[in-house]
């Protein structure tokens, strides 16, 4: 029971938890204006502020100097069901705040600043349910500080980069029973990690303007690699018996070192009149880099009487996003958008799809509108997502079934100097 006890909390802090914001836990919920056409244009559309988090090149489209401030809250919506009828559910919702501002240097030279979360997640089960001995909560939290500058090389041509300062942050409980155990009379323990830790991360882009109505741009998100540190509580037994020591424990060498992937977007824009315009992203990410296993630590002897490290399997593979969207310039005041996306999760299959991770296909229909009047502009955006049934079989002795769907609702703030 204590290998089992010990399994518990290797995934009580599996980073991996899965979202259902996008793939595997990326975010792109930083553009409450793009959130309207689902992503699509990413970076290059030119209407908000927030390119530099997508294709710093992409800046340039915005003159002068401005900033702006929004928000995003995911609701998530899933039924659990087990093999022997037992069944859980989870229902809250996320708020994933964002604010950008940008200055004109001179002609050609752009600055700007970011502050947003490219990744996260949040699960949450009830800790007495059936799911609970392998997660209760998982909460990863990652802000970037992003400072960015663009220059246009050329007419036609900008370039633009950015340097990042990435707070990781996370938290992740489980309960761990004994029942059935010898030690079953000395209760059920509660399992609970937190951790954090900065590195240094980067992004490049280009964008290219064929003539004033059409452009395409693409970026590169290099892969970022951290180590966070914490502290390890056990809480909830009775005093256990010899060689074990009493509870409550904690112990301050938690460790973890996730890694973040690298990823690829592309973007185009074509404004086909004065009243549409059309848009297409495509992003490529490579999970498979970054997360074939994950591997944990902590020396509480509690859960490992012999101390160690846990090693969890993943063989996430990459994955690609697809969007699409449309703008119709209905008149010098109000814009309407609407966009769709196919979002590919990094999960191979159920055997490595754990509680924390039920992550699946899904698709995206997004709609949005603006409202801009002289040097103010309000942008509103809901988005639905259609996910795929799943199952998470990751142990062999619990295999949960998902029914699941997301909403999104943005509201961000604009405005020009």
Known sequence: MIKKATYAMALAMCFTAGNVYAAGYQLN???VTGLGRSFAGAGIVGDDYSALAYNPAGMTLKKGAGMQAGITVAQIHSKVHGDNGEHTKMNFGVPLPNAFMQYQVNDRLFAGLGVYAPFGLKTHYKSNSFVAPEGVESLLE?????????YKATDKLSLGATVIARYIKGRMTNTVPMAGTSLAPYGTGFSDFKLDGWTVAWKVGAMYEFTPQTRIGVAYSGKSMQTVK???AVSGFNTLPTPYPNLNEVVGDGEASPDLPQSVLISGYHQLNDKLGLSASVRWTD?????QEFTLASSSQILQPSGGKKTVDEKWRSTWTIAVGADYYVNENWTLRVGTAWDQSPVRNKYHRTIRIPDSNRIWLSFGASYEHENIKVDAGFAHLFMQDSTAAYHPELQAHYKSYSNMFGLQFQYKF
């Open 29 to 31: 919920e930083y553009s």
């Open 142 to 150: 990652i802000i970037d500080i992003a400072p960015a500058v663009a």
């Open 230 to 232: 914490g502290r390890h």
């Open 287 to 291: 999970w498979k880099d970054s997360f």
